[in-house]
C-alpha cells in the first residue's frame, strides 16, 4: 500500500478509485477491509470527499469505522455526517468506548443526542458519562470496558472468568481489584496471574494501584505519568477512588502526539489547523496572531522612525539594520522553541529554572561575540568604515543577550500566569528583539556619529 517514503503509492490509490467508480464492492471489502484501521484512515485521507462518502457506502458493515479515529477532525465530521444516525448508532456499538467518545465528541449536541438515544440504555449512559468529563481529560481518553474482580476470589476463579465471560475488552494487561462499591484496591498483571496456584486468592498477590488517574485530569498530565513511570496502563478514578476506566498505552501514545502538533502548531500561531481544513477555515484561524504581529510590526516600525535623520545621512544603517534584527529574533527562536518543550515535558521548573536561565545567558553572550565579531568585520570592510563595523558588533551582542533572555523568560512568564506559552510566546519574543535590535543599532549610531 506504500512507497518507500510512507506514502500511499499512486497505483494503489487508482486501483481503489477503480473500484469505487464501477462501484465494485467485492474488491473493496477485499482490499480494503484487509486493511489495518490506520491504513484505512491513510487512505480516507488520500481519496477525494466523493470518494470517501462512496466508499464508506459500498464497504456497509464491513466498514472499520475505528478508522475515523485516524483521520483528520474535518475529515471525519465530513464522512460522519454524510451517514445516517442508525447507521452511526450501530457503529458505534462495535467500537470500544474510547473511540467511540473520540467519534462522538466532535459532533453538534443536536446530533450526538440524537445517535445516543438510538443506543441501548447502559451503552448510552456510559458514553453520556464519558461525554462529561472536560474537554481532553483522562476521562474522555479513557475506556469503560475493563476486568475487575473481588479480593476473595481465587487465581482459579478470575482465570474461569476470563475464559467464560464475552463481554471482557478484547486486550488488557491488568487486572483491577475492588471492593462491593467499585473503590479501587488494588491490580493484578496478567503474567503474576498466571504464575500463581489456582488457590491464591487475589488480594494476596495484588499490588497497589499507585499511580491511578484521576478523572479530571489533564490528558497532557496523564500522559507524563506513563512516562515517568514506564506504564503499559493505568486505572481511571472518580472523586470518590471508585473505579469508572481504564487508560492504555496506545491512547498515551496518540495524546503524545495530538499535543506535541498541538505545541508545533500554536508555536507559528496556527491553532488547531489541519490539511483537511478548507480556505476559509485555514485564513481564518491565521487571522488573529497575524494582526497580534501587524500591530507589533509597527511598534517597531516605530522605533525606526525615531531615528529617521541618521538613516538618510548614513544609509548604511539602513542596509544593516535588518541583520541585527533578524539575528536576534532567530536566536528569541531558538531558546523559547526550547524553553516551551521544557515546560511542556515539565523538564523545566522552579527548581532548575535559574540554572537554565544563566546558561541560556551565556549562550547568548558566546553566540553574541561570535557573531558580533564576523559581522563587525564584514560591516567595516563592506563600507570602509571601522566606526560602523564596532557599532554593529556591540548592537548584535547586546540583541542576542536580550533575545537569549526573552526567549526563555517570556514562556516562564506566561506558564506563571496560566496562559499558553506555545501561542503567546513567539509574537512577543519577535517583538522584543526587533525593537531591541533596531534601538541599540540606530541609537548607538546616533550617539557615536553625533560625537564626530
Not at 458519562?129 to 479513557?142: H, V
Not at 563595523?389 to 533572555?405: H, P, R
Amino acid at each position: 500500500m506504500y512507497d518507500d517514503s510512507g506514502v500511499v503509492r499512486s497505483a494503489f490509490l487508482a486501483h481503489i478509485g477503480a473500484a469505487i467508480a464501477d462501484r465494485d464492492t467485492l474488491t473493496l471489502r477485499r482490499d480494503v477491509g484487509a486493511l489495518h484501521e490506520s491504513e484505512v484512515g491513510d487512505l480516507l485521507e488520500a481519496l477525494l470527499p466523493e470518494q470517501r462518502h462512496a466508499l464508506v457506502e459500498l464497504m456497509g458493515k464491513d466498514f472499520d469505522f475505528s478508522a475515523l479515529t485516524e483521520v483528520d477532525e474535518a475529515i471525519r465530521l465530513d464522512i460522519v455526517e454524510s451517514m445516517p444516525d442508525d447507521q452511526i448508532a450501530q457503529a458505534v456499538q462495535e467500537l470500544d468506548s474510547d473511540d467511540a467518545v473520540y467519534i462522538l465528541e466532535d459532533l453538534d449536541d443536536e446530533d450526538r443526542e440524537a445517535i445516543l438515544a438510538r443506543l441501548p440504555f447502559t451503552e448510552r449512559i456510559r458514553l453520556r458519562r464519558a461525554l462529561d468529563y472536560p474537554d481532553e481529560s483522562a476521562g474522555r481518553r479513557m475506556q469503560t470496558e475493563f476486568v475487575a474482580v473481588p479480593p476473595f476470589w481465587t487465581v482459579g476463579q478470575t482465570i474461569d472468568y476470563m475464559r467464560e465471560d464475552r463481554n471482557l475488552p478484547d486486550t488488557f494487561s491488568q487486572i483491577f481489584v475492588i471492593d462491593p462499591t467499585f473503590r479501587l484496591l488494588g491490580a493484578v498483571d496478567l503474567n503474576r496471574i498466571l504464575r500463581t496456584q489456582r488457590g491464591v486468592k487475589i488480594e494476596d498477590i495484588m499490588h497497589e494501584t499507585r499511580h491511578a488517574i484521576p478523572v479530571t485530569m489533564d490528558q497532557e498530565d496523564a500522559a507524563h505519568e506513563f512516562e515517568q513511570y514506564d506504564l503499559l496502563s493505568a486505572a481511571v478514578v472518580d472523586e470518590n477512588e471508585r473505579l469508572v476506566g481504564v487508560l492504555t498505552i496506545d491512547d498515551v501514545v496518540d495524546v503524545i502526539q495530538q499535543e506535541a502538533e498541538e505545541d508545533l502548531m500554536r508555536l507559528g500561531g496556527v491553532g488547531d489547523e489541519e490539511l483537511s481544513d478548507t480556505v476559509l477555515a485555514a485564513a481564518r484561524s491565521r487571522v488573529p496572531w497575524l494582526m497580534v504581529n501587524l500591530v507589533m510590526a509597527f511598534l517597531a516600525a516605530s522605533v525606526i522612525g525615531l531615528f529617521d535623520a541618521t538613516i538618510q545621512e548614513i544609509v548604511a544603517l539602513a542596509i544593516l539594520m535588518p541583520i541585527v534584527a533578524g539575528m536576534g529574533g532567530n536566536a528569541g527562536s531558538q531558546t523559547m522553541t526550547v524553553t516551551v518543550r521544557a515546560l511542556a515535558t515539565k523538564d523545566l521548573d522552579i527548581y532548575n529554572a535559574g540554572r537554565i536561565i544563566r546558561r541560556e545567558i551565556g549562550v547568548g553572550l558566546l553566540n553574541g561575540a561570535i557573531f558580533a565579531t564576523l559581522i563587525g568585520i564584514v560591516a567595516g570592510l563592506w563600507f570602509d568604515n571601522p566606526h560602523l563595523g564596532g557599532i554593529i558588533a556591540t548592537a548584535m551582542v547586546i540583541n542576542m543577550l536580550v533575545a537569549a533572555l526573552a526567549g526563555i523568560l517570556i514562556p516562564l512568564l506566561l506558564d506563571r500566569f496560566g496562559a499558553d506559552p506555545a501561542v503567546a510566546s513567539a509574537v512577543f519574543v519577535t517583538t522584543i528583539t526587533d525593537v531591541v535590535g533596531f534601538f541599540a543599532f540606530l541609537g548607538l549610531a546616533t550617539w557615536w556619529f553625533g560625537l564626530m
